[in-house]
Structure formats: structure tokens, C-alpha cells
């Protein structure tokens, strides 16, 4: 008798999966595109031992993971995400919204954003200087924030730009990740409906804070240290390049021993689970846990899981526009997005922007992007 | 009955042993000739070395010392020419009734349809028609037994070796196996060796009894049952016999006791 | 078939305490569950009550949102996460479990039954064995997917889960054969090698079928890790992985239930063998 149990619950459990299977065949909307591209993911600083290895034919990741394999001769740049969408955000400031609610929250944010500020404005120049002091310091605290050696990381910087103000295009072009993840079911208007917001737009003018940043601008140093029982608890990614701002903030060696946090009365250290592997990972394990007050991530990873699973991260400030790129085998015969069909593409993973600008390149010449299985 | 031959011819038996407490003499010197068609009981105290003898004549055990001939021929490994049936019946539990006494006849190619006949009869015989494809694990102890006694029977064997076979069942069934048992040795006469506990069992079942000593085993006494069977339990021979048996015993069990409870 | 039904309807009837209890038994889960969805989003029942952040609520969905969910994955939602549909992840995790699977069978019977019948066998084999085994099977991730790349890779995070539950089984078993049994097919007249046939080998089988679906189960266990650490193309371990990053936890739970499910029909399916192979080795 037994054994008919296990008979009725195998067929039970069969129907199901071939149900599934056989309503995937007839049911589903598969899109008609000229060609698939394949991807898969994998953490950026994998990437260029994985490319050399063969298991995949190209990646898109930030810098200085891109400049690593140039410089390495392990790989050619097909394309540099500002050719995909010129200016594009990147990173961003995100704040925690319950680190803001704290007494003192808001000012410690704009303190911090002022640091932000300050470190943006000193690499501005370090970089248009490349024969002076500030430049050789920014390269160091590269190389050793990014584990890569200085001819990598000064190739990697040209390729970055960094700016922290938030101007119209900024929001206009966050407003168009929203939509394009609408699109494409990574989230659902309902979802966002869900949450207050009418329209996309609605959304980017309440999810994207500039008033703090506009408050920052006129705070000034402070000569004791705030906030010296709970330091603010920063979340960034490993090694990313993009982040350099907060790297800068934190230096004391070029500052004559002050950092520009402590500048301007700031006690931060790292939250825990930094340097996280992902935004997303930020994301849904940093600031939904409460382990993160302040953090550098992706702009998309921030919009994306804020509006599928409400975790909150008022974007605050900019971080970096563009330096990324697609890195194809160096003498791979691939020359354009087209020549990358039935190939695989190593993505840091599906939340990245990387992955949102490798789709929008893909779609734009009419291919699809799908896992590797 | 053919002749007076002699089938089982044990001479000067030794064995002995090394365990942790030290060597430890088996057997010596046991001596036993069994002839053709003859019902043998070997019965002695725990310990003195009965089951040993049997399996030594199987071949499932080495001897250390003597000789150990049957139809004339030194025993060297355990083979089906001696069927043997266990205390714990030893059936093999995927396998059915038909299947386990078809076994030997397998292990000789013997092909199917000629398996087929001989299962078929044996089953009759041990009384378990019906049964053909059940599994041991449906049957009763009495019931698993007789399987047994079949599958042994089923390669024909010179020698049938029973080593307290009914030692597990219970005492009904005990007695109505011994009867099943004549019958069936009364319609394939084989020469038995049976080992027993018992010495109702014995003097019921046997034509000759070997009274063994307690360890280190040998022959006490060997003891004529001369009843014609079936025999009555309660008759005065029987009980005389018994009890002769019994006095035999006693001593043995007497000194068998002793050696446990004094340390060694 | 009106006599399958007829049967299995005989099934239902004559054992409908036990599945009226297993049908309980869910129904009380499933309720347990809407209660605390509704109450962490202070939905009905629980109107009066504060309702818990967002983030916190909508990681646990109400039960019929997961079921939807799971449906779509199939149909008209291509998984964002990974622009696949959810048969397409089952068919690659399928896949591979199923090659590793198979690989751990061919190499840990015949060496369980070595080294449960040879002592030296046993000797050579025993110090790897003690070395290898306690390593769980998910710290070779990082490791073998350089090594066996993509499509070898999970495929041999598998081979390793399963691998020793089947050889530590076998070997018991092998080990375990009732010495009374080699002794009366010794007295039929079996010599060593037809002993191992006829009575090692069906011994050993339902050992055998233990060590496979203990190791049925943790091979689920590695692939959907396996998978889900790796980032490694598609599975439905994946998909748990990619929708937990992008947030969308209805999708986390479907992926969840639909592991169970192919658990249930791959277990299922290895008992159903298991009585096949019973039966195959019992009338042989």
C-alpha cells in the first residue's frame, strides 16, 4: 500500500514539472530576436583569470577590472559604457533612512556628504595634475584599495569620471533604469504603486534626496568628533573604483593625518559584511538588515530592490558616472556587439548596472541576453 | 537399508583454538564412524565441541589434527554432497520458498524446467504446497525450516548435517517438526548427523546417540536406541533409555558448569 | 487503466486515516503561514496591528502569491532572472544532477563492495576515505569551478555529495552479510565469486538503495548550492540565488517549492527502482 503513496506523489510531482514544462513550450512569449547572447555571473575580480581560462569570451565589469586584462594583454575593450550610454550613472551615496531618523542623523549625513564633496573636489584636481603629489597619493590609495598595480589603476582612472552633484539628466537617466527594469519584469508597476509612487518619475523625485547635498555644501569642519560612540557604518564594494571618494575621505597619510571625515567631525568604520561582493548584496544584506547607515553602491542595485522587496536607500549624492567596459579576449576575432552571439559574457550579476547597460547595448542591436545553462 | 557402509569415518579429531584467555583445546581426540542410512545424535553439554564436530565435517571449519573422511574421501571444503541446515535456518530473505530450494540446483546450471521438477516435488514433500512463492519472512519458524531441510535435499547430498535445527522454535511446534522430520527421512533415507541440546529430541529421533564429554570434546559414551519408530515418549523403554541418556548427561553438564564459573 | 484507478482509489479508501492526517497537516501549515503573513503586513485578520516594515513582510509572501509566482515562472514571466523560464532552469539542474549522480553510482558501489569484502581493499582505502569525507562537498565550490569550468563543475560538486553515502552504505552492507548465509550457500555448493553474486550483491542491494537517496538528497542539497554560489549558468538553485539579489522573494519561495517538488519526484522515482531492482535481484 505503501507503495502506492509513493506512486501517487511521484505522479503528482511528474505532472507538475512536465505541466510546467510542456506550458513553457506552448504558452510562453518568447521574443523573436536575430540572436542570443549567453552571460553568466561572476564576481568582477574573477573575471579576468575566468576570460584567460576560456570559460567565457568576454565580461563587462567596473574599473579597474577592465584595465586589469588591457593591461595584462589578457583582453581588448570592445566597448566602454560610455558608448553605450554616454554619462550614465553609476554609483551613488545612499543613506539609510533610519540612520536619518536618528537624532543628529541628518547632520552626520551632511557632514559625510561634505567629506563626499571635499574628496571629489581633491581628486578632480589630483587628476588634472598628473605630474603632482596629489596624483601619485591618488594612485597609491588605488593600488592598494584595489589590490592592482599602478600602471592598471592610472589606465583604470582615465576611463572613470567622478562628480557628486545630481542634476536633471542624472535623474532623467535613473528614471530610465526604472522604466527599462518595468520592461523587463526585473519589477512591476504594481510593485512600485505598492509602495506610494504613481509613475516613475514620482518615484526617482522622492527616492532621489538632493537637499542634503544642497545643506552640505555649506557645512563646515568641526574640530571634535561627533558622533565618537557610533560611528557611522559604511557599506562599499570590493575593490571597486568607482567608490574612490569614500576611499579618499578615509586616508589620513596624504591629509597630514587628518582624514576628511574626521575633518568635519566624523567617526566612520566599515560595516559589517563590507566590502560586499554586489550592490544587490549591499542591498539586501546590508541596509535591509541595518547594517549599513551610509553606502557606496550601484544606482540600479538601489532602485531594484527598493522597489521589488521595499528595502530603503534614499539615493543622496552621486559617486561616479561611466568606467566600465566589455572585455572580449584579446585576439578573439570579436569586433562588435553582434560578433558576441552564442557567446558567453561574464556579468557581476543580474541587479548590476553592468548588466543593465550590457542588456540596453544588446537590445538596441536587437539580441537577447540570456543565462548560460 | 544399502550395506553397512561407512559414510562419516571421523578418526582422532583435534582442534583447538587461540583466544585472548589462551589456547583452548576443542576437541581431542573425537572418533565416530556413522554408517549409510544411519540417524546419528550428537548431544553434550554448551561447549563441548558438538556443533565444531558437524562443521568440520561440512567444511566449513578446518580441523587441527585427525582425520575426517566421508565416502572415502578427506574433507577439505564445504560442499553440497553434505547439506547442512542451521539453527537460524539461514534461508535467503529476497529469495522465495521455490527460489531458496532452488539454490544448489543454480549453483550447478541445472536448467529450469529440471529445477522446476525437483522444487516441486521436495515442496510437496516437506509439506509447504501452496507456499511455492511466498518469502521467509511470511513463514513460521517450522515452516522455515522444512524449507531448509529441502534445500539441502535438493542436491541430493550424501550427508545431511543438522545443527540444532529446531532449537528456536517452540516446543509444539519442536515436536511436530521431529515428526515431519521421520517422514520425510523415511521417504529419502540419507545418512543424518544431528546435533541437539536435547536428549528427548535425541532418543526420539535417533538410531545411535554419542554422549560427548564437556570441552575439551570427546566421546563419552555412545548409546543404542534400538525403538522402532514412531516411538512412544511415554513408553517404558523410551523413558529408560532417557534416563540412561540423562545419567550419562549429567556428569557432563556437572563439569561443563564448574569450568564456566572457575576462572581460567 | 479503469483498473489503475480502481486500484489506486482502493489506495485512497483503505489508508484515508493516514492521508486525512498528511492533508491536516498541510492545511495547518498553510493557515500557520497566512497567519503570519497577514500579520507582519496587518492585513485580515490582524487589521488592528502595526504592521511590519516592507522589507520585512514582503520576505515572506502569502502561500498562494508563491504558487502564482511559481506558475508564471513557467509561462509568461521569462524569469527576469536569467531571462528563462523555470523549465529551462529545472531541465539544467536536472541535467547535471543526473550526470553526477550516475558518475558517484559507477564509482562507489564497486569500490563500497571492495572495500567491504577485502580487508586490504579496506586498508588502502580507509585513510582517503576518512580524510575526504567530512569536507562538505559546498567548500569545493570555489575550486572546481576553475578547475571543471561550467558545465563540469557543479556536475562534480554533485559526484562529490553523493559519492560517499553510497560508498559508506555499500561497504556496510558488504560488510554486514550475515555469515550464516556464506555459510549454507558454501554447504549448496556456491564457490567465492558465485557467493558474491548471489548472496553479497542482493544483500548489499538495500543498502544500496539507503545510500542512494541519502545521497539523492544531499546531491539536491549541493547542486541548488552549488548553484547558487556560483553564479554558475542557470538551475534552479540559481534562481533562488538571482531572485533573492533582485529582491523578489515570491520568486525565492517558488524557487524553493520547486525544488521540493523535483526532490519528491527524484526520490520518489529512486524508491520506485529500489523495489524494481528488490524485486529484479529476489526472483533472479
Redesign the interface.
Known amino acids: 500500500m505503501d507503495k502506492k503513496l509513493i506512486i501517487i506523489a511521484v505522479v503528482i510531482a511528474a505532472v507538475v514539472v512536465v505541466g510546467g514544462i510542456s506550458a513553457s513550450l506552448l504558452l510562453s512569449k518568447e521574443s523573436k530576436t536575430t540572436g542570443t547572447v549567453y552571460y553568466v555571473t561572476i564576481a568582477p575580480k574573477d573575471m579576468k583569470a575566468t576570460l584567460a581560462g576560456g570559460s567565457i569570451d568576454a565580461y563587462i565589469a567596473w574599473e579597474p577590472y577592465v584595465s586589469d586584462s588591457v593591461v595584462g594583454n589578457v583582453g581588448d575593450v570592445l566597448e566602454w559604457s560610455n558608448q553605450i550610454m554616454p554619462n550614465h550613472p553609476c554609483c551613488v551615496v545612499a543613506v539609510s533612512p533610519d540612520f536619518l531618523s536618528k537624532p543628529n542623523g541628518v547632520n552626520l549625513t551632511e557632514r559625510f556628504l561634505k567629506a563626499h564633496i571635499e574628496a571629489n573636489q581633491w581628486m578632480a584636481n589630483a587628476l588634472a595634475h598628473p605630474s603632482g603629489a596629489n596624483y601619485t597619493a591618488l594612485v597609491n590609495m588605488a593600488v592598494q584599495f584595489t589590490s592592482r598595480n599602478a600602471t592598471v589603476v592610472k589606465a583604470a582612472l582615465e576611463h572613470v569620471k567622478y562628480g557628486y552633484e545630481m542634476n536633471q539628466a542624472f535623474r532623467n537617466a535613473l528614471q530610465q533604469f526604472t522604466d527599462m527594469y518595468i520592461n523587463d519584469n526585473m519589477t512591476t508597476t504594481a510593485k512600485m504603486q505598492g509602495l506610494g509612487y504613481s509613475s516613475t518619475s514620482d518615484f526617482i523625485s522622492k527616492y532621489v534626496n538632493g537637499s542634503l547635498l544642497d545643506a552640505a555644501k555649506s557645512i563646515t569642519p568641526s574640530s571634535t568628533i561627533l558622533n565618537p560612540s557610533n560611528p557611522i557604518r559604511l557599506g562599499y564594494l570590493l575593490g571597486d573604483l568607482h567608490q574612490m571618494a569614500q576611499v579618499v575621505a578615509q586616508n589620513t597619510t596624504a591629509f597630514g593625518g587628518t582624514s576628511m571625515f574626521q575633518k568635519y567631525g566624523l567617526l566612520v568604520t566599515s560595516a559589517t559584511g563590507a566590502p560586499f561582493a554586489s550592490g544587490g548584496t549591499e542591498m539586501s544584506l546590508g541596509f535591509a538588515s541595518g547594517s549599513v547607515d551610509i553606502g557606496y553602491l550601484g544606482a540600479p542595485p538601489a532602485i531594484l530592490n527598493h522597489l521589488n522587496s521595499g528595502v530603503k536607500a534614499l539615493i543622496v549624492a552621486q559617486a561616479n558616472s561611466e568606467g566600465s567596459g566589455i572585455v572580449v579576449k584579446a585576439n578573439s576575432g570579436i569586433h562588435n556587439l553582434g560578433d558576441l552571439v552564442n557567446k558567453t559574457v561574464a556579468t557581476p550579476g543580474e541587479t548590476s548596472i553592468q548588466f543593465l547597460l550590457l542588456k540596453m547595448a544588446l537590445d538596441k542591436e536587437g539580441l537577447d541576453l540570456k543565462i548560460k545553462t | 537399508m544399502d550395506g553397512n557402509e561407512v559414510v562419516i569415518n571421523i578418526t582422532h579429531l583435534s582442534k583447538s583454538f587461540t583466544r585472548e584467555r589462551g589456547r583452548i583445546i576443542a576437541l581431542d581426540d573425537f572418533g565416530l564412524e556413522v554408517r549409510e542410512g544411519e540417524f546419528v545424535c550428537l548431544l553434550g553439554p554448551s561447549g563441548c565441541g558438538k556443533t565444531t564436530v558437524l562443521r568440520i565435517v561440512a567444511g566449513l571449519e578446518a580441523k587441527s589434527g585427525g582425520s575426517v573422511k566421508v565416502e572415502g574421501k578427506e574433507v577439505r571444503d564445504a560442499g553440497p554432497d553434505r547439506g547442512m541446515v542451521f539453527q537460524e535456518f539461514a534461508l535467503f530473505p529476497w529469495r522465495s520458498v521455490r527460489k531458496n530450494i532452488e539454490f544448489g540446483l543454480e549453483v550447478k546450471n541445472v536448467p529450469e524446467t529440471k529445477r522446476a521438477d525437483v522444487s516441486k516435488v521436495l515442496i510437496e514433500l516437506v509439506g509447504l504446497k501452496g507456499f511455492e512463492d511466498a518469502h521467509p519472512r511470511e513463514l513460521s519458524g517450522g515452516m522455515k525450516q522444512r524449507v531448509a531441510i529441502a534445500r539441502a535435499l535438493a542436491n541430493d547430498p550424501e550427508v545431511l548435517l543438522m545443527d540444532e535445527p529446531f532449537g528456536s522454535l517452540d516446543a509444539q511446534t519442536r515436536n511436530l517438526m521431529q515428526k515431519e522430520l521421520l517422514r520425510i527421512w523415511s521417504a529419502r533415507r540419507k545418512t543424518v548427523l544431528f546435533v541437539t541440546h536435547s536428549v528427548e529430541e535425541a532418543v526420539y529421533l535417533a538410531d545411535r546417540i554419542v554422549v560427548m564429554t564437556a570441552r575439551p570434546g570427546k566421546v563419552r559414551e555412545i548409546i543404542d536406541v534400538p525403538l522402532n519408530r514412531p516411538r512412544d515418549r511415554t513408553s517404558r523403554e523410551f523413558i529408560a533409555i532417557r534416563s540412561k541418556v540423562l545419567g550419562e548427561l549429567e556428569e557432563e553438564f556437572e563439569k561443563a558448569r564448574a569450568a564456566e564459573l572457575s576462572p581460567e | 487503466m479503469r483498473s489503475l484507478t480502481k486500484?489506486?482509489s482502493k489506495?485512497v479508501i483503505?489508508?484515508w486515516l493516514r492521508?486525512t492526517l498528511s492533508a491536516v497537516s498541510v492545511a495547518v501549515f498553510l493557515t500557520i503561514w497566512w497567519l503570519l503573513s497577514a500579520y507582519l503586513r496587518a492585513d485580515w485578520p490582524f487589521l488592528g496591528v502595526k504592521p511590519y516594515?516592507?522589507?520585512t513582510y514582503?520576505?515572506l509572501p502569502y502561500w498562494w502569491d508563491v504558487l502564482r509566482a511559481l506558475?508564471r515562472s513557467?509561462?509568461?514571466?521569462?524569469s527576469?532572472?536569467?531571462?528563462?523560464?523555470?523549465?529551462?532552469?529545472?531541465?539544467?539542474s536536472l541535467t547535471r544532477i543526473s550526470i553526477g549522480f550516475a558518475l558517484a553510482l559507477i564509482s562507489a558501489v564497486p569500490l563500497g563492495l571492495l572495500m567491504g569484502r577485502s580487508r586490504n581493499a579496506e586498508a588502502v582505502g580507509r585513510p582517503l576515505v576518512e580524510l575526504f569525507r567530512p569536507i562538505p562537498p559546498l567548500a569545493w565550490v570555489p575550486i572546481f569551478l576553475?578547475v571543471f569550468?561550467?558545465f563540469w563543475g557543479p556536475i562534480a560538486i554533485v559526484f562529490l555529495g553523493v559519492f560517499f553515502p553510497i560508498l559508506l552504505n555499500v561497504r556496510l552492507g558488504a560488510r554486514s552479510v550475515?555469515p550464516?548465509?556464506i555459510?549454507?550457500?558454501?554447504?549448496?555448493?556456491?564457490r567465492r565469486s558465485?557467493i558474491f553474486v548471489?548472496?553479497v550483491l542482493?544483500?548489499t542491494?538495500p543498502y544500496l538503495m539507503t545510500g542512494i537517496t541519502v545521497g539523492l538528497g544531499i546531491g539536491w542539497m549541493c547542486i541548488v548550492a552549488a548553484e547558487m554560489l556560483g553564479?554558475?549558468?542557470?538551475?534552479v538553485g540559481?534562481y533562488i540565488f538571482?531572485a533573492?539579489?533582485?529582491?523578489?522573494?515570491d520568486l525565492v519561495y517558488a524557487g524553493m517549492v520547486m525544488i521540493g517538488?523535483?526532490s519528491?519526484?527524484t526520490t520518489?522515482?529512486a524508491?520506485?527502482i529500489e523495489?524494481w531492482v528488490?524485486r529484479w535481484?529476489?526472483?533472479k
Open positions: 486500484s489506486l489506495a483503505s489508508n492521508l516594515p516592507l522589507s514582503e520576505r506558475g513557467f509561462v509568461t514571466n521569462p527576469p532572472t536569467g531571462g528563462r523560464f523555470m523549465s529551462e532552469h529545472i531541465l539544467a576553475v569550468k561550467f550475515d550464516v548465509l555459510d549454507a550457500a558454501r554447504t549448496l555448493g556456491a558465485t548471489k548472496v542482493p544483500f542491494t553564479g554558475v549558468g542557470g538551475g540559481y538571482a533573492n539579489t533582485a529582491g523578489l522573494y517538488i523535483l519528491v519526484l520518489g522515482v524508491g520506485l523495489r528488490y535481484m529476489g526472483m
